[in-house]
């Protein structure tokens, strides 16, 4: 990784811009061209530097203010099987196992982002019906912490 990269990094951590053409004012910047800030993440990537490069929206800036975590009872034997049919969901976008409690049953999670909590309702009916797991709870978000990536 050289200075290019430092600085390619530095520009990018806190977004690039929704446009036809993201990458015009950091290639400016760095003196290079679109493609070759195109062709500096990718190899970035490919070198392990950075996991993945990749959007992230704002879902509550563009009215997604239901967000309802499915915690499920789900047989252990059954955790991968079940899983992958949760994560086919594409209202599902996080599917994760967790360890069961005492006094919490449930181990495993589904996240799902709606502009209504009918919507999430309907959606977990719908995996309890695809799955046959019918012991579930939906935990709804109240507020929302500020998220930020690794910074340099």
Not at 6 to 29: C, M, N, V, W, Y
Request: one cysteine or more; a negative charge.
């Amino acid at each position: 990784m050289d200075e290019c990269d430092t600085r390619l990094l530095k520009l990018t951590q806190d977004g690039i811009p929704f446009t036809h053409s993201p990458f015009a004012k950091i290639s400016e910047e760095l003196g290079i061209t679109e493609e070759e800030v195109v062709q500096r993440i990718e190899k970035l990537q490919e070198n392990s530097f950075i996991r993945r490069f990749g959007a992230s929206i704002g879902h509550r800036a563009i009215g997604i203010t239901a967000n309802a975590m499915c915690t499920w009872n789900v047989p252990d034997e059954l955790v991968e099987e079940v899983g992958a049919v949760m994560a086919g969901f594409t209202e599902v976008t996080h599917c994760y196992e967790r360890p069961r409690y005492p006094d919490w049953p449930y181990n495993l999670f589904t996240m799902v982002h709606s502009y209504t909590k009918e919507d999430c309702e309907y959606v977990a009916s719908e995996i309890s019906r695809a799955t046959g797991i019918s012991d579930y709870q939906l935990l709804y978000s109240v507020r929302e912490f500020k998220k930020t990536g690794v910074r340099l």
